[in-house]
């Protein structure tokens, strides 16, 4: 009886239709966008031989988040956020569909995959506040809001542990093309959701709308509370120096384990299920009490993780590395998350949330140039080790400034 309690509590988001929808669409869409970011990586490294490309791609395609995302924060603040959300999602169909005729059809160049890298990453920019902002809308009980966070990263992390998996062995048999075109027909699975919501439609604002105005409020709003302000900086650093090593892990596969495909799609999956583990500990915690200091904890564990990953050479210790890895980065961001949408004001949600966007997300492309353009010089396995001391140390000053600070009231309820 118990066991049964623990297992509705940790599911207790998708009580609600809405929410379940949603979790149902996106999670067969997202396995397809994971078989795309396997898909992207190896065609780039078969293309060009070259880690700094790799590293350039994955610029490419997150250089956006960092411009664009706070003005996405505006407009999730000032239009339909359900209306927002069906359109990002046709236009990364049309990226992939693309992508897979570009492929399919032996016409893609590296110019292409740059071109259409920047395109997702710019849609992506306005997707990611537009529905992590959202999230709040599909749940009538508030409480519920960090479990469905928590099985939302559950959901995300599900799908990269199958879809690499999966698109190991389809770009082995039928190449990376087929991989795109899987992508491109996963849409419709959450396009269909979105439409099948009943939504209270939200009136647009855009006679209020002047970006400036309203992006220097959310900064001032954002870096005036200690905690948002120090959350925010510390993921900024951690995407910065230790995020991006999923971006040398083709050279792992091929070049340090001397495997292929097959290779990159077991570590990355290992990625997921780690990260899956995380996200379903932090779905079973009853309160956000405490989460701050978990924060702190997750990243230290994170930097570990990619020290001794570094210094391995032996394929199978590495992938219970990557478990320990993608775990502690599961937790530090969806712990951050949770936190940022339990104290922040609703009116700013959206711009709060594109600040997390871009701390996240928008420091990671210029760590993929950095850590591509290191290890192009000293090698991938010694560029992880110095990201990994890195961590470490911000981990340590994080948890220092964070004991400085007095306890956020919302966090004590």
Excluded at 212 to 237: D, S, T
Aim: proline residues 3%; contains cysteine.
């Amino acid at each position: 009886m118990a066991e049964k309690l623990g297992l509705k509590h940790t599911f207790r988001a998708l009580r609600h239709r809405n929410y379940r929808l949603f979790f149902i669409g996106q999670s067969i869409s997202l396995i397809g966008t994971w078989m795309q970011q396997v898909a992207v990586s190896w065609l780039v490294y078969r293309m060009t031989n070259s880690p700094f490309l790799l590293g350039v791609v994955g610029f490419a395609s997150q250089i956006p988040t960092f411009f664009v995302t706070p003005i996405a924060g505006v407009v999730a603040d000032k239009y339909d956020r359900h209306r927002l959300l069906v359109i990002t999602q046709l236009l990364l169909m049309a990226q992939a569909s693309i992508l897979a005729v570009l492929v399919l059809t032996n016409s893609v160049k590296v110019w292409h995959i740059l071109a259409l890298s920047v395109f997702l990453g710019t849609v992506h920019s306005f997707d990611i506040p537009v529905r992590q902002s959202f999230i709040v809308k599909m749940i009538e009980k508030r409480d519920d809001l960090g479990n469905a966070i928590a099985l939302n990263s559950s959901m995300f992390n599900v799908a990269r542990l199958a879809g690499p998996s999966l698109a190991g062995i389809i770009i082995a048999v039928y190449g990376e093309g087929m991989c795109f075109l899987i992508n491109a027909l996963s849409y419709i699975a959450v396009i269909v959701s979105l439409l099948a919501m009943r939504i209270e439609r939200r009136k647009s604002r855009p006679e209020n709308l002047d970006i400036l105005r309203e992006l220097k409020e959310g900064f001032k709003y954002a870096f005036g509370i200690p905690h948002l302000r120090l959350i925010l900086l510390f993921l900024g650093l951690i995407s910065l120096i230790a995020v991006p090593y999923q971006t040398l892990m083709p050279v792992f596969a091929r070049d340090v384990f001397h495997g292929g495909p097959r290779t990159l799609g077991f570590l990355v999956a290992m990625s997921g299920a780690g990260a899956l583990l995380g996200a379903i500990y932090l779905a079973g915690r009853k309160s956000v009490m405490g989460l701050e200091k978990i924060i702190a904890i997750a990243s230290g564990l994170f930097g570990l993780g990619i020290i001794v990953f570094a210094c391995s050479r032996w394929l199978w210790f590495s992938m219970a590395m990557i478990l320990v890895i993608s775990f502690g980065v599961m937790v530090q961001m969806a712990a951050s998350n949770t936190v940022l949408q339990t104290i922040v004001e609703d009116d700013k949600r959206g711009r709060i949330m594109s600040f997390y966007a871009m701390s996240f997300m928008g420091m990671a492309p210029f760590g993929s140039l950095l850590t591509g353009g290191l290890a192009e010089k000293i090698g991938a396995p010694a560029t992880l080790f110095i990201c990994g001391v890195c961590c470490v140390m911000g981990s340590f000053i994080f948890g220092r400034k964070l004991l400085k600070e007095q306890p956020h009231p919302l966090m004590e309820a």
